[in-house]
């Protein structure tokens, strides 16, 4: 974008590359090598990502959407807020689009960690609504958000879709959507995209396409710290192992090392035997029960649920639980 529209802002708090190189080494130094999933999400990995939501077996994009376009007008209402609106992990801008015509709020305020996306996403949004002040947040949002002065004045609702809360551990999970309850005020809720339980196969297929798109995504990662930590993985060493775990209620993700070797990573290195995985996703799927559960350990109530005719995905509207002698807070 040459000339940002007048209605687009754009706050900075982007985490420090050193983070980045010190999670790397931390998550190569366990017993059981693992990576955080929002270390996907460079410029590449977005595209990869954005890709992944056409491949024919990813059902939960279109199925989210799905959602949006037949209710949205209800979930706006349940919202029951013209403020502002943040949106966690801004990805496919089509589902902001459907919630934004139906909800019109005065302010959107997308927050996510790749900074080149998220400037080009919210700058099209920005165009394209005059009337909307656009203040695009880059940050992690796994961790605590202090919110630029201008919009804590504001009455406050939140969108986080895609069921990326899955891809946080339970405990993670419960404490960011604590945390999310803090942004909200007293009358705002959030709508958080959820994915079901299901058939084994069609989870295995969505994280194995044919076109390997999402074992592209996977090994970008390892592209992405050789780049940016002067590393030296050999790609053609790793291969995409995604898999669904009954017991816990997670398709897995992993980069299984071919043979035995070692990799270096800005004066460290590591060795991988034949067969050792580095974990690099998790994605954890829920009945609508589990996740209502999930959400009242983190003081939010449900105000209400929407999942598709095949119950492949969920839609929850959540509100903080009103405290004994509180005011929802
Ligand atoms: C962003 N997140 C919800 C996706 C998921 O399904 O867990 C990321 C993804 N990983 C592989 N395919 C898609």
Redesign the pocket.
């Known amino acids: 974008m040459n000339n940002p529209p007048a209605n687009f802002h754009f706050h900075d708090l982007q985490p420090a590359a050193a983070d980045f190189r010190a999670d790397v080494i931390a998550g190569l130094s366990r017993a059981r090598k693992s990576l955080s999933?929002k270390f996907?999400y460079d410029n590449r990995g977005s595209q990869l990502?954005d890709a992944?939501t056409r491949v024919p077996e990813?059902y939960?994009t279109r199925t989210e959407i799905g959602l949006l376009q037949r209710h949205g007008p209800e979930m706006a209402e349940r919202l029951g807020n013209d403020g502002l609106l943040f949106e966690l992990?801004s990805?496919s801008d089509i589902k902001i689009r459907v919630l934004l015509n139906a909800l019109r709020p005065r302010i959107y305020t997308p927050i996510d960690i790749s900074h080149a996306h998220l400037r080009q996403a919210a700058g099209a949004i920005a165009e394209d609504h005059p009337q909307l002040e656009v203040h695009a947040i880059c940050a992690d949002y796994s961790r605590p958000l202090d919110l630029p002065a201008a919009l804590k004045r504001e009455q406050r609702a939140a969108f986080f879709p895609?069921?990326?809360i899955?891809?946080f551990d339970p405990v993670q999970a419960r404490d960011l959507l604590r945390r999310i309850a803090a942004l909200l005020d007293p009358g705002g809720s959030l709508l958080v995209g959820v994915?079901l339980k299901k058939d084994p196969a069609l989870l295995h297929a969505?994280?194995n396409d044919r076109a390997g798109v999402?074992a592209e995504?996977?090994l970008n990662l390892l592209t992405r710290i050789n780049r940016e930590l002067d590393a030296d993985f050999d790609l053609a060493a790793f291969r995409h192992q995604?898999f669904y775990n009954e017991t816990l209620g997670r398709?897995e993700?992993h980069l299984v090392a071919a043979t035995a070797q070692r990799v270096h990573i800005n004066g460290h290195s590591f060795s991988f035997q034949a067969g050792e995985s580095l974990h690099t996703?998790n994605?954890y799927k829920f009945s609508v029960e589990e996740f209502q559960t999930l959400a009242a350990a983190a003081g939010l109530a449900s105000v209400g649920v929407w999942q598709d005719d095949d119950a492949l995905f969920s839609i929850h509207c959540l509100r903080p639980a009103q405290r004994p002698g509180g005011h929802g807070k």
């Open positions: 999933p996907f990502f992944i990813y939960p992990g990805g895609g069921s990326s899955g891809n994915d969505a994280y999402t995504f996977n995604a398709v993700m996703e994605s």
